[in-house]
């Protein structure tokens, strides 16, 4: 098999005609002479002229012979054939390296099938990560003098130890053998992108492209989806331009690729299982829609480049892994607070009698709570552990049993966090107010601001020392931006546009907590349907209430025996809270999923709280009562928004890795330098940017699953960071061969799990560039033409 | 006395050859011969007195009448009525490869060989020496018996001119049946039938590849106590092989064609037109033949000289 590297010059062949054609135009008619007798001649000539004949023809033949070698020389002609025929050609060897963490299953192969008794975590010996650096290390071992290299390591963020081929067989086998498992997705996107540059500009005989990889089902998923609808079978383009998703994001679009979540146990297999004959979209296509093929990649395989497909894995394994966490701090056993654990087997079979574990965090972790739990195949459950008192240290730790990947049997959760939160106060536009309301506001003197009371509550010292306060108005919820706090307070805010109420509803469903007040201009009908119906379904607003007789008002007591909002105060059920008047209110209903936190004293709700939402039935700016202005608003505010801001630092502070890391600190309430310690100790210097009263300090990735901790030089902790891994990883199912070689396309290999990457497989590597030999015989040829031309032979 | 220019002119075969008649031809190079010849070439070996001429230079002096110095202090030579016995046959080949002529202005093998034949006709017919010819080719195309009248040599200018103008009509590209060559066979016929000893003069450009029949030939000429001179008359072309270019030569005996690369082929042509006239050269003076190579372009007193040389060891 021939190819060129300067194809451009084999027009040059046409050259080789030239000698053709001087000689064609050039011959003159021989002349005709008379000659007494050409007795003599006839025996002379015969010979000669046949000498001269075949002179002539192999003086043509040498010089059309050296001008085409001379073009096929300077166009780089490379052979290939294989290893018996001829030598072995250099080649630019690139190995990409998945180092996920998925590759930190235990290796079945060393197993034999079984679940170790212990995990190897960190793709230690007998893990599948091992076994990869052992077949990357096979195709260095292939690699002769003369071949380049290129290595990179596809988990996110992808990492190249070298910018350019590196002949260095060495060097490449120290990266290969000192190279560490991530604990990141893989991003093969990236990974292909920046080997393929590598790769075009390459210029040797052989390019060849090793992916060493577990080859996950659940990525295998999506490439087929797209690929049904391919009429014209296998292409690299569609295939990138799925790799070039973001793995992770596309899972919630599908309908198929995240098993709905079902009760303790009750877990539905769903279509997770649909590779290649699930639903009747075989992989053929046959079954595919008449669409044609998405190209929306933009990488483009070298010319001649040779795939090979390196699985480390052929069976699925089972595996259970924590999905998320959830940490209600009022729940649980008196209110201690409750973590609810989703674990989702990723296995093919049911688990049952496996143990779950809560236990408090530190260098010696202390045993909070277990619990027992069934799971059926592909499915998820939910595990509530109830804490038996609150924690210490703010950092609780979650456990699975072991099984073949250990990374994702751990997750962290962060409980309370010191520092400053951060609170969005979203005051209502001006509007009309109702008369009675104003006379009240008239009788007990308040200055009828929105948001004056809650700020000055929150913030009393006006430097953000408790709070920080940000003051916008409704239009500001627009922009998702806007939404990076701990707290947003809704404080007489008449209505919100559908973007405004999508943006709180995501900002709810991820963790933030939401504080509702009412007033003059909420419309209650509206407030039902559009707002409460969306970000807290289980609460209604019925209707507006004023003093139930005349120079009577209601008072405030709680409902909720131990909850956080009145945490501390000496007020057991039934007991009024304050002695603030409330004049005006709104009946609500709390359904339920929602609960009645406080109510006023005639059992009318006060406080209902539904999953990370508090409404407040009555006002906070002083037009309907005078709660503001009583002892007992300034520690319910503060424990009520620092309430709902645990809650998001339990459902959103499990970052995962890679997730950048983000703190606010008080201004000089902590000694420089101020460091980022991670999991295993090591230590980032952060430099802080100052943001008015508080001090930022960011860290763009992470990079270990743990608990990350912000100390400054006193080495007070100012900050926790709970970090896990993406547990969508933990899917060990494994692609089909044959669907691995559809989708990879023309002329990929798939290697069999420890099939030796022998010389027959990589018999493509050998052959030869000629132009050397090319030129040679260009030389030879013309030493043989000017012998023949001048020299005396055949003459 | 002619002057040496005069004779010079006469004696080149192109100039002569411009001519028409053959009579002048041969007188003109006779005349320029023996203008440049130390001894008259006019005496016979058995003769009676005659009468007296005047001396002239060249003369022998033992033809002095010493006896009329004597008396009359003038010299005379004394003449005699020659009785002679010597028998000349001229032997022309004409085959069709005489005809060749390399150069636009020398002449052909055959023009050459006519006016030779003439002038030794000619000078023979002076010394009133009878002389016969016979034209050749693969046969007998002619054939006079020797003679020493007047009218025969006219006969026999008559019947070479007739060779003279084949070579003109060859050289106007006119058609001619082809001749080719068997010398041995004419020659031996002749050999066969002339009886009386006498001179054989043979013109011929030998192209024969029979050569030792022709050589067989003249040993017979030999064997029946002739005396034979071989005049072997080449083109300069032949000798010399001159052609640089690849050409198609024709053959003109045969008109077959071959295509010939001069340049390769000239050495080892030459070399074998050398051997053959050293052929024709060892076995002519193995048997007493003389033998001249003439080119087309060598002057006629050569060829006369070598045939007077031969007439003499005849007397």
């Not at chain 1, 277990?370 to 979650?398: H, I, K, M, N, Q």
């Not at chain 1, 000055?456 to 408790?466: E, F």
């Amino acid at each position: 098999m021939f190819d060129f590297f300067n194809i451009a010059f084999l027009g040059g062949l046409a050259a080789a005609a030239l000698p053709i054609l001087i000689h064609l135009f050039s011959k003159k008619k021989a002349q005709d002479v008379p000659f007494s007798s050409i007795e003599y001649l006839r025996e002379i000539s015969i010979k000669k002229v046949r000498r001269m004949r075949l002179r002539q023809f192999l003086l043509l033949a040498l010089r059309v012979l050296i001008i085409a070698s001379f073009a096929l020389a300077m166009s780089r002609p490379i052979m290939k054939g294989s290893a018996g025929s001829v030598t072995r050609g250099t080649s630019t060897v690139a190995i990409l390296l998945d180092n996920s963490y998925s590759m930190g299953a235990f290796d079945p192969a060393v197993s034999g099938g079984s679940v170790p008794e212990s995990g190897v975590a960190g793709g230690g010996d007998g893990t599948l990560f091992a076994e990869a650096k052992s077949r990357a290390l096979e195709v260095l071992d292939l690699m002769k003098d003369g071949d380049q290299g290129i290595l990179a390591f596809t988990s996110r963020p992808v990492e190249m130890p070298f910018q350019t081929p590196v002949a260095n067989l060495g060097l490449l086998r120290q990266e290969v053998e000192r190279s560490r498992l991530a604990y990141t997705p893989s991003d093969m996107r990236s990974g292909l992108e920046q080997v393929l540059a590598m790769l075009e500009d390459a210029r040797t005989l052989n390019k060849e492209l090793f992916v060493v990889s577990d080859f996950q089902q659940a990525d295998l998923e999506e490439w087929a989806a797209i690929w049904n609808e391919s009429e014209s079978g296998p292409d690299l383009g569609v295939l990138l331009d799925i790799l070039a998703r973001p793995a992770r994001a596309q899972s919630s679009d599908g309908p198929s690729e995240t098993p709905p979540s079902g009760g303790a146990g009750s877990g539905n297999a769903g279509a997770a299982d649909g590779v290649g004959s699930g639903g009747g979209t075989d992989a053929t296509g046959s079954g595919g829609s008449s669409g044609a093929v998405r190209n929306q990649g933009d990488l483009k395989l070298p010319e001649g480049l040779s795939v090979y497909l390196v699985p480390v894995r052929d069976v699925r394994q089972e595996n259970l892994s924590i999905a998320s966490l959830h940490f209600d701090p009022s729940g649980g056993f008196a209110g201690k607070g409750r973590v609810t654990v989703s674990i989702k087997n990723q296995g093919a079979d049911a688990v049952s009698g496996r143990v779950v574990r809560l236990l408090e965090a530190g260098d010696i972790p202390t045993p909070l709570a277990d619990r027992e739990f069934d799971v059926a195949p592909l499915a998820e459950t939910e595990v509530e552990l109830d804490l038996p008192e609150a924690s210490e240290s703010g950092v609780l730790e979650v456990r699975l049993g072991a099984d073949f990947l250990e990374e994702d049997n751990r997750a962290y959760l962060v409980t309370a966090n010191p520092g400053t939160k951060e609170v969005l106060l979203v005051r209502g536009s001006i509007g009309s107010r109702g008369n009675e309301a104003s006379a009240f506001a008239s009788t007990t003197g308040l200055v009828q601001d929105d948001g004056l009371y809650i700020e000055h509550a929150l913030d009393p010292t006006g430097d953000g020392r408790y709070h920080k306060v940000v003051e916008v108005g409704p239009d500001a919820l627009v922009d998702p931006a806007n939404l990076t706090v701990d707290v947003v307070v809704l404080s007489d805010v008449g209505r919100l546009s559908p973007a405004a109420v999508e943006n709180l509803e995501r900002f709810r469903q991820r963790g933030g907590g939401i504080f509702i007040a009412l007033g003059d201009r909420v419309d209650l009908r509206y407030y039902n349907s559009q707002i409460l119906g969306r970000i807290a379904p289980s609460i209604e607003l019925l209707n507006v209430m004023t003093e139930p007789g005349e120079g009577t008002y209601r008072s405030l007591r709680p409902a909720a025996a131990g909850h956080p909002a009145f945490r501390g105060f000496p007020v057991s059920p039934g007991d009024d809270l304050s002695s603030a008047k409330f004049q005006r209110i709104v009946e609500s209903q709390a359904r339920e999923g929602a609960r009645v936190v406080a109510h006023f004293g005639s059992e009318v709700p006060a406080l209902v709280e539904d999953d990370g939402v508090i409404l407040f039935s009555s006002s906070l700016d002083g037009t309907w009562n005078d709660f503001v202005t009583s002892a007992s608003f300034l520690p319910m505010m503060h424990l009520t928004l620092d309430y709902l801001a645990s809650r998001a630092e339990g459902e959103r502070g499990p970052r995962t890795v890679g997730d950048p890391l983000e703190a606010m600190v008080e201004s000089g309430s902590y000694q420089v330098p101020v460091q980022l310690v991670d999991p295993e100790g090591g230590r980032l210097p952060l430099d802080p940017v100052q943001q008015g009263a508080v001090d930022r300090f960011r860290t763009e990735t992470t990079t270990l699953p743990g608990v990350y901790q912000l100390v400054d030089a006193g080495g007070e902790v100012l900050s926790r960071f709970a970090v896990n891994v993406d547990p969508e990883e933990g899917d060990l199912s494994v692609a089909p061969t044959d669907r691995l070689q559809r989708l990879f396309g023309r002329g990929a290999q798939v290697l069999g799990v420890g099939q030796p990457i022998s010389r027959e497989l990589l018999e493509g590597r050998y052959g030869r560039e000629l132009w050397r030999p090319l030129l040679m015989m260009v030389l030879l040829l013309l030493a043989v033409e000017t012998f023949l031309a001048r020299g005396r032979f055949l003459s | 006395m002619a002057s040496s220019s005069t004779k010079e002119r006469f004696l080149d075969p192109g100039l002569v050859g411009k001519l028409q008649r053959l009579d002048l031809v041969a007188r003109r190079v006779v005349e320029g011969f023996l203008t440049g010849l130390h001894k008259s070439p006019f005496h016979g070996f058995s003769v009676e007195f005659a009468e007296h001429r005047q001396y002239m230079p060249g003369d022998e002096l033992r033809y002095l009448d010493w006896k009329v110095l004597a008396k009359s202090d003038r010299y005379y030579i004394k003449q005699f009525e020659e009785e002679t016995n010597l028998r000349a046959h001229l032997l022309v080949d004409t085959s069709t490869s005489m005809l060749f002529q390399s150069e636009p202005d020398g002449v052909s093998k055959l023009r050459y060989a006519v006016q030779l034949a003439a002038s030794i006709a000619y000078l023979m017919n002076r010394q009133n020496d009878a002389v016969g010819l016979m034209t050749f080719s693969d046969k007998i195309h002619s054939h006079l018996q020797p003679r020493s009248s007047g009218a025969h040599l006219r006969h026999l200018f008559q019947e070479l001119e007739v060779e003279a103008r084949r070579s003109a009509i060859r050289k106007n590209k006119g058609d001619e049946a082809p001749r080719t060559t068997a010398i041995g066979k004419c020659l031996e016929y002749l050999a066969d039938r002339v009886q009386r000893r006498g001179l054989v003069v043979l013109l011929t450009d030998f192209w024969d590849h029979n050569e030792h029949d022709v050589a067989r030939a003249l040993k017979h000429f030999r064997h029946r106590r002739h005396e034979v001179v071989v005049f072997q008359i080449q083109d300069p072309a032949e000798a010399e092989f001159p052609y640089r270019e690849e050409s198609v030569f024709h053959d003109m005996e045969t008109g077959e064609k071959l295509n010939v690369l001069p340049w390769e082929a000239a050495k080892e042509f030459k070399r074998r037109v050398d051997e053959r006239t050293q052929f024709y050269q060892r076995h002519c003076g193995a048997n007493g033949i003389t033998f001249e190579r003439l080119l087309t372009r060598t002057p006629y007193d050569l060829a006369l000289l070598r045939y007077l040389e031969k007439r003499q060891r005849l007397n």
